[in-house]
Structure formats: structure tokens, C-alpha cells
T-cell receptor, first 112, second 114 residues
């Protein structure tokens, strides 16, 4: 069965610090990978996605993620975070069942 | 485009009472999803519709949960009777056809069962 692990449950950073959120999945076949973000009081929205091609994917607001197939990972990165990046971040995987499986989420707090 | 609309935003009920949630997807989106998100967890799929057909309801607790999507547009999710463990946020999402189409989520309904 597909599953997604997000190891960082709560991350606290100062503005301008670099960010990397871990995401690992378990599924041996072809996968589609996503990062969603939920800002305080708002709905979940897509940050970026990977389907095929270049394993380094760039999303909105300066975020990027790298698909490393050998490590079953899809970590999210941002070189310099801002206070407005405070949110909850969810990694999600879709395999051949067409079902989108979410991780448990990582709460990011950025202090000015 | 207008987003996915859900109502109500909040609902507090006593256990054993019925409750219903409503969702209006983005116009033109054929696929509609209901997810449940427990505190500290990611969303978990309850049911997925392609137009008016439920194509995946394997995670829906059918003894107390039911859903419908008449005419392939808006949808209702019902719980009867509610239990304490049903307290969660119920999310509706929609997408266009095709595996590359992202899900668009509504704001959710936060249900508290006392």
C-alpha cells in the first residue's frame, strides 16, 4: 500500500533561513508527487507537482522540490524563508490507484 | 474562477445526531472528492466521484456515512448517527479530468461531536 512520511512535524525558523522539509513515500511503481500548503485560515492549495521529466521542480513563491527516485524522496526546499511562509505543508503521492495519499503535514513557523 | 464552496464552516452536534455537509465544486470540474482530516493528520480520502458516479468509496464507513452527487455537480456528505470519533474537518475538493489535474480544496467543515 502507498504511504507518505513527513519526518518533521514542527519546524521553527527565522526569516532568511533556508528550509528543507523531508518527504518519503513507499510505492514501487510510477508516482505523481505533490506538495500542498495551507496558510492559516485558508484552504489547501497546490505548491508544486512532479509527474515526469526534470526531477527538480519549481513551484510558486520560490519553493522547489527534488524527486530522488533511488531514495523514494521528494523534499521541499526554499533558500530563504519569509514570515509569510508560516503555514502547514503536506506532501502527497498518487500511484496507480489514482488515489492521492497525504502525509501527516509539517507545521512551519517563521519568526521575523 | 470561483473556488470550491463548502457549508457550513463549523458544526457542533451531540453524538447520535445526524449531520450533513454540502459542497459545490468549481464549474467544469468533473471529479469531486470528500476527505476527512483529523487533528494533526493529513487528509484521508472518503469518497471520489467522476460526474455522478462514486468510483472509489472504499474508505467510506458505510454503516453511518453516505454521500450523493446528484446531477454530477454539487454533493452532500451525511453522517447518521454521529459518534465522538467523527470530530474532524471534512474537506471537499474538485478537479478536471486527467491525472495531471491538481485538486482544488474548499475551506472545509469543522465538525465537533460532543
Amino acid at each position: 500500500a502507498q504511504s507518505v512520511s513527513q519526518h518533521n512535524h514542527h519546524v521553527i525558523l527565522s526569516e532568511a533561513a533556508s528550509l528543507e522539509l523531508g518527504c518519503n513515500y513507499s510505492y514501487g511503481g510510477t508516482v505523481n508527487l505533490f506538495w500542498y500548503v495551507q496558510y492559516p485560515g485558508q484552504h489547501l492549495q497546490l505548491l508544486l507537482k512532479y509527474f515526469s521529466g526534470d526531477p527538480l521542480v519549481k513551484g510558486i513563491k520560490g519553493f522547489e522540490a527534488e524527486f530522488i527516485k533511488s531514495k523514494f524522496s521528494f523534499n521541499l526546499r526554499k533558500p530563504s524563508v519569509q514570515w509569510s511562509d508560516t503555514a502547514e505543508y503536506f506532501c502527497a503521492v498518487k500511484g496507480n490507484t489514482d488515489k492521492l495519499i497525504f502525509g501527516t503535514g509539517t507545521r512551519l513557523q517563521v519568526f521575523p | 474562477e470561483a473556488g470550491v464552496v463548502q457549508s457550513p464552516r463549523y458544526k457542533i452536534i451531540e453524538k447520535k445526531q445526524p449531520v450533513a455537509f454540502w459542497c459545490n465544486p468549481i464549474s467544469g470540474h468533473n471529479t469531486l472528492y470528500w476527505y476527512r482530516q483529523n487533528l494533526g493528520q493529513g487528509p484521508e480520502l472518503l469518497i471520489r466521484y467522476e460526474n455522478e458516479e462514486a468510483v472509489d468509496d472504499s474508505q467510506l464507513p458505510k454503516d453511518r456515512f453516505s454521500a450523493e452527487r446528484l446531477k454530477g455537480v454539487d454533493s452532500t456528505l451525511k453522517i447518521q448517527p454521529a459518534e465522538l470519533g467523527d470530530s474532524a474537518v471534512y474537506l471537499c475538493a474538485s478537479s478536471r479530468e486527467g491525472e495531471s489535474s491538481p485538486l482544488h480544496f474548499g475551506n472545509g467543515t469543522r465538525l465537533t461531536v460532543t
